[in-house]
């Protein structure tokens, strides 16, 4: 049987120069930020963000975008006319967001038929409750109905109390997204609703129509 001191000397790291310590730190580092950008490129793909915008970056977006995404303590809400760019500021938000955690987004319609073809099962909203950050696209677009009002004050109510990451994208001013969330006579779940999201930093988007500028 060896003794302790050639056991040990058995598994001495073996010396290296500086500059292989550094090359080796270089591969290293470049491993993991590849292992980053995989895992980035998969939570994406999983997200339900369409093709179009999945190439969408934060650079041209309104800072305030990047400014929360640096620090999302609160949901945001961009607001502003059609094709004034809030859906891919909204899209950069989420890939940005993907280095971290898990991103997903949808309409609210979406939803919906997602929750219906589970038969409103008790995971239905799993997926939307859960998620690292969310964005629920057109609200107050699409015609609204007992049951998307009812899922809406799901979400709304779950990720507010979580404190994940929401954005909500809208086309409308305060007054109007309130009124078109509205469903028969009892307003008690839209107040509800829009009391949280008055929680939500908004950016208003202005200007001209993006695809006409651009033809």
């Known amino acids: ?8 000397s058995a598994f001495e790291v073996p010396k290296r120069s500086a ?25 994406v793909e999983r997200s339900g963000i369409p093709a179009r915008y999945r190439r969408a970056v934060l650079d ?15 949901p945001l809400m961009l607001r502003g006319e059609v094709g004034l760019g809030k859906t891919w500021a909204a899209c950069a938000a989420l890939i940005a967001l993907a280095s971290e955690r898990s991103v997903v987004f949808a309409t609210l319609r979406q939803v919906a038929d997602e929750a219906r ?24 677009k699409d015609r609204m ?7 809406l004050f799901e979400i709304v109510k779950a990720r507010d109390e979580s404190g994940k990451p929401t954005i909500y994208t809208t086309n409308y001013p305060w007054e109007d ?12 779940l839209v107040k509800t609703i829009t009391s949280r999201l ?6 208003d988007f202005k200007g001209t129509d993006r695809r006409l500028r651009h033809g």
């Open 145 to 151: 109905t007992e049951s998307r009002l009812s899922l």
């Open 177 to 188: 997204m309130v009124r078109r969330l509205m469903v028969g006579e009892d307003i008690s």
């Open 19 to 43: 500059d292989e310590w550094a090359r080796i730190n270089r591969e290293v580092a470049a491993f993991e930020r590849r292992e980053a950008d995989r895992r980035r490129r998969e939570r």
């Open 198 to 203: 008055q929680r939500c930093l908004v950016v």
């Open 1 to 8: 049987m060896g003794s302790l001191c050639t056991l040990t």
């Open 60 to 74: 041209g977006c309104p800072p305030e975008v990047a400014a929360w995404c640096a620090k999302p303590a609160r």
């Open 117 to 140: 073809a589970a038969e409103w099962g008790e995971n239905a909203l799993a997926r939307y409750r859960n998620a690292g950050a969310l964005c629920i696209d057109d609200l107050g």
